[in-house]
């Protein structure tokens, strides 16, 4: 009996709704946001030079993202070494596009990267890149839920 129609994150003709990858990417996003926001603070408040701050921004952004899936996966009941390898698995590729995207808008926006937590011109670039990102990695996220990669690992947990 064929059942990889079952599968999670797979439907009959292995393809994912608009609906799941849309809950993965806002899944990956909040884990996102918070870190890349909370290292651009951090960086800019002690006045640290761009790459710096970009460096400590994608490297929360990181861990964040991965820490929302972790927890979720450990709440399962599942170890702690299978559920890191369920996080990684589950988000590697979602955080690396939205990452890939937000800062690239962020830096190619004029003035945006010397701003400061005050500029308007700081938070429109940072949520700017974020909205981009989101429509960007939807359809990446989508595209790997139907084949049973990316998000469609952590659904067997829950």
Request: aromatic share 8%.
């Amino acid at each position: 009996m064929d059942h990889t129609a079952h599968e999670p994150g797979k439907h009959a003709h292995g393809t994912a709704s608009w609906g799941t990858a849309v809950k993965a990417t806002l899944h990956c996003l909040t884990g996102c946001a918070i870190g890349e926001i909370l290292g651009m603070v951090i960086g800019t408040s002690l006045g640290w030079a761009n790459v710096p701050t970009m460096v400590l921004a994608i490297g929360l952004a990181f861990l964040f993202g991965y820490s929302f899936t972790l927890f979720a996966v450990l709440r399962s009941g599942v170890g702690l070494k299978t559920a890191i390898r369920i996080a990684l698995a589950a988000d590697t590729v979602s955080i690396a596009v939205m990452e890939l995207v937000d800062n690239a808008i962020i830096a190619l926006t004029p003035g945006a990267m010397d701003a400061h937590l005050s500029d308007g011109l700081f938070w429109s670039a940072l949520l700017g890149g974020f909205a981009v990102a989101f429509l960007i990695t939807t359809p990446v996220n989508k595209w790997m839920i139907g084949r049973g990669r990316g998000h469609a690992v952590v659904h067997a947990h829950h």
